[in-house]
């Protein structure tokens, strides 16, 4: 509206509340339940025994309500990350 | 039989002694028979808050051990008669605090007053959890910045897996205190907003207090802000939480909103709460 808005700093409270949605998204998985920690660390040892795993392109994500918790395990996997049999 | 209401948040310094002692007092002021009980081992100030600091003969701790009676221990508020303060102890640590202790004394407590409010230590450890264990409803505190509220979503998952009532199978009740809230700097952005912190959290809305000088005033006078001045913004805003603490169903209103209240927040807390 007024141009001295456009000097103003951009405003921080949107910034928190991605930053905690993003955070506690992640450590609802690892603080919440050892089921849903074993199943991700297992699921993810299973795709790493066929795949070159590569962390930077694993997402793991959890939905936890009320009474049903979801684990959404996302691999890409490149082309050429399959591991040849020996 | 006395309900049993822990007031907790992981993180210091957010108002958990304040609103312990505002939320007591405001209960007492209503008639009810209050204890407030401060689980604070070693670090105690629920009785600096409330102005018994030089009356302090036996604590929590002399309690469980056996060295002092219930009734000995008690301290009853002046201004207040149905307000009493069972302190913690300053010299023993919280190693002194034993699971089958304070479930003798909470149980004892319960049988004489309508109202048990237990003042939770920060941070997760022993006291912490003993305070939360027998509550039937919690009260988390929780100012409107992002590691109050990363530490309240700990707490939230303690409260739903450590206490008897979750271990039992039940719901525990869980309620959000937003406290040192600022309208002025969430309307400019400058501050997670009332619905940002119930939508992260997703548990219902107690109360909003405002950030306030009455705050500070009161305990340096050594009163709970409703007792020091009950016609200021943050102690009405404790009347208003205490009213929905005894199951009063009301708007919640934002102090120093702007708009005619009734808007969206009343929205979110009517759809939260049912």
């Known amino acids: ?86 | 039989m006395g309900k049993v209401i822990v007031v907790t948040s992981g993180k210091g310094g957010v108002g958990k002694t304040t609103s312990t002692a505002a939320l007591g007092a405001a209960l007492a002021q209503r008639g009810e028979r209050v204890a407030v009980v401060d689980f604070d081992v070693g670090l105690r100030n629920l009785d600096l808050v409330m102005g018994a600091e030089r009356r302090v003969v036996y604590d929590l701790v002399n309690v469980i051990q056996g060295d002092a009676k219930l009734p000995q221990a008690l301290i009853r508020d002046k201004r207040v008669e149905t307000l009493f303060l069972l302190p913690a102890s300053q010299t023993r640590d919280k190693d002194n605090l034993t699971p089958e202790g304070v479930e003798r004394v909470i149980g004892e407590l319960k049988e004489h007053f309508d109202w048990i409010i237990c003042d939770s230590p920060a941070g997760i450890e022993r006291g912490a959890t003993l305070a939360m264990r027998h509550a039937d409803v919690a009260v988390v505190v929780t100012n409107p910045e992002v590691s109050s509220v990363r530490d309240s979503d700990r707490i939230i998952g303690l409260l739903d897996s450590k206490t008897v009532k979750a271990e039992s199978g039940e719901r525990m009740e869980k309620h959000l205190l937003l406290t040192r809230f600022d309208q002025a700097r969430a309307e400019r952005g400058d501050m997670l907003k009332v619905e940002d912190v119930l939508e992260i959290l997703s548990i219902p809305l107690l109360g909003i207090i405002p950030e306030s000088m009455d705050v500070l005033r009161a305990s340096n006078l050594g009163a709970p802000v409703t007792v020091a001045d009950s016609r200021s913004a943050p102690a009405m805003a404790y009347f208003e939480a205490a009213r929905r603490l005894a199951g009063e169903t009301l708007p919640v209103t934002v102090p120093g909103e702007k708009r005619a209240s009734g808007g969206l927040l009343s929205k979110i807390f009517s759809r939260r709460a049912a």
């Open chain 1, 1 to 86: 509206m007024s141009i001295f808005r456009l000097f103003r700093k951009q405003s921080s409270a949107p910034v928190a509340r991605e930053r905690l949605q993003l955070l506690l998204a992640h450590e609802r998985v690892s603080t919440g339940s050892d089921l849903v920690q074993l199943l991700r660390e297992e699921i993810l040892a299973v795709i790493a025994k066929h795949v070159e795993l590569d962390n930077e392109r694993v997402q793991v994500k959890m939905d936890r309500t009320e009474n049903v918790s979801i684990l959404e395990i996302d691999v890409e996997i490149p082309r050429d990350a399959v591991k040849q049999a020996a």
